[in-house]
């Protein structure tokens, strides 16, 4: 960057590369072509994609504006890991999940020829959640699917209802 004075700049994000958004501003005194450090968080909770770019757009005190290359940062994705206790199971299961932020929670049991048996919504909060299924004794003993659906996210696990 050839600014002479620079005034301040601000950090910019984008998902795609293209379209810019701003997420904060530094007003710190900005030396340029010298190795500096600056430290800003952003807060990406709401951020549906698995890349995330930033850069920097630095304003001259003149009122010129130059555009830092930009920094890929790629987004550690997990899928949530579910489990299931009892199984085999006769009547009920418990169903322990670990979410980082409250939301809907779609169960549905599946059975070998993808038919839905049972749907639930419920509601989870953030951190440890456990989630009861009962009346698994009306159902045939056999191998089927629980669907979790959470935060745009299925997960999918083998049940074994016994008698």
């Known amino acids: 960057m050839h600014l002479k004075k620079s005034d301040h700049f601000e950090v910019e994000r984008s998902t795609d590369n293209y379209v810019y958004n701003i997420t904060g501003m530094v007003n710190d005194a900005v030396k340029l072509n010298e190795a500096q450090s600056f430290t ?5 909770t ?20 130059k555009y830092s290359s930009v920094l890929v940062v790629r987004v550690n994705t997990v899928k949530t890991a579910v489990s299931i206790v009892p199984n085999p199971a006769s009547d009920y299961v418990t169903v322990k999940f670990f979410v980082e932020r ?3 929670v779609l169960l549905k049991l599946v059975d070998n020829m993808g038919k839905v048996l049972l749907q639930q919504t419920q509601r989870s909060v953030r951190g440890n959640n456990v989630l009861r299924i009962d009346g698994l004794g009306k159902f ?5 699917t629980l669907q979790v659906l959470v935060n745009n996210e299925v997960t999918t696990q083998k049940l074994i209802v016994s008698k």
């Open 40 to 44: 800003y968080t952003d807060d990406i």
């Open 46 to 65: 709401g951020i549906g994609s698995d890349i995330i770019y930033y850069r920097l757009k630095v304003f001259g005190k003149e009122g010129e504006v």
């Open 102 to 104: 409250e939301s809907a």
């Open 140 to 144: 045939s003993a056999g191998v089927y």
